[in-house]
């Protein structure tokens, strides 16, 4: 399954780059690249924007295509089509996409693999989101048809707004504890403790 990791952003809240985050003795974003190449993603894209030197020098990102976003600071949806752009790009007939960002802690290869089995035992017309914290969200896998609408997002709309106005089905897979992310100190704080 093509994969884009966004992990753009500047980790303004946290006050350090959230890529580079290690936990457990992995950062953040070689934990996610990790766990999507254990899930059998390919090819894999990694979208870079602020602090993209200082990452792509200290991580190991030879498994995956990695993208520049110079537009980062306009939100994540310039990530969102900068990553779908180059899979349309590069990889013409992908069927879908699954879009993951890298400060999930509780993300498994396990969960990504239920989301391509739940993509695959579909009709290929199908959203498949994971399901937490009351909502559905982020990993999710769009379909072909919605590489458009998701190259039309903008400002800091995110895929989530397609969860809930497309008129594609959302087939929602269990996600436990996925709304637990990394956006400020506390929450690092929380992460450590556990």
């Not at 059998?40 to 020098?57: M, Q, R, W």
Request: contains cysteine; hydrophobic residues 40%.
């Amino acid at each position: 399954m093509p994969t884009i990791i966004l992990a753009a952003g500047a980790s303004r809240r946290l006050g350090q780059p959230k890529q580079l985050l290690s936990t457990r003795g992995e950062t953040l974003l070689g934990r996610t690249l990790r766990i999507v190449q254990e899930a059998g993603a390919d090819p894999i894209f990694v979208v870079l924007g602020a602090n993209s030197e200082s990452i792509a020098s200290t991580l190991d990102l030879s498994a995956a295509r990695v993208i520049s976003n110079p537009e980062w600071g306009r939100g994540i949806s310039t990530s969102i089509r900068a990553g779908v752009s180059a899979l349309v790009k590069t990889e013409p007939r992908s069927r879908a996409v699954l879009m993951l960002v890298c400060d999930q802690p509780n993300l498994s290869s396990q969960h990504l693999q239920q989301l391509t089995a739940a993509y695959d035992a579909g009709d290929g017309q199908t959203i498949v989101a994971s399901h937490y914290g009351g909502t559905e969200g982020i990993p999710a896998i769009f379909p072909a048809a919605l590489f458009a609408d998701l190259q039309a997002l903008s400002g800091d709309n995110g895929a989530r707004q397609l969860l809930r106005t497309s008129d594609l089905q959302v087939v929602a897979v269990p996600f436990p504890n996925g709304e637990i992310d990394i956006d400020t100190p506390e929450d690092l704080r929380r992460l450590l403790d556990t």
